[in-house]
Nanobody, 117 residues
Framework: VQLQASGGGLVQAGGSLRLSCKAS????????IAWFRQAPGKEREGASC???????LYREVVKGRFTISRDNAKNTVYLQMNNLKPEDTAVYYC????????????WGQGTLVTVSS
């Protein structure tokens, strides 16, 4: 049972990245998948979540810039991040739960996003 997060990297402010969260050993279809992020010296915070019914939630500061989606056939959830800002710099983790407000049982290893000014 594993979640594999990928797609991070270094990008200039205003640029875009797409993160992927692929599951192996279980299906994501019946689970809510969230992206969390942790910036240096700060606590982890939720950025976005998508429910099994494709309902989406976003942290206020990423609304209009980030888009979460899921492809159940590929057992993968994506986070499209546009108009990135230096304050988006963080390690991004994906996690799985029964619902967006629930306990997250499975976590990916994290992927680093660095946005330069």
């Amino acid at each position: 049972v594993q979640l594999q997060a990928s797609g991070g990297g270094l990008v200039q402010a205003g640029g875009s990245l797409r993160l992927s969260c692929k599951a192996s050993g279980f299906t994501l279809e019946t689970l809510a998948i969230a992206w969390f992020r942790q910036a240096p010296g700060k606590e982890r915070e939720g950025a976005s979540c998508i429910s099994p019914a494709h309902t989406t939630l976003y942290r206020e500061v990423v609304k209009g810039r980030f888009t979460i989606s899921r492809d159940n056939a590929k057992n993968t959830v994506y986070l499209q991040m546009n108009n990135l800002k230096p304050e988006d710099t963080a390690v991004y983790y994906c996690a799985a739960s029964e619902h967006c407000q629930g306990d997250y049982k499975y976590w990916g290893q994290g992927t680093l996003v660095t946005v330069s000014s």
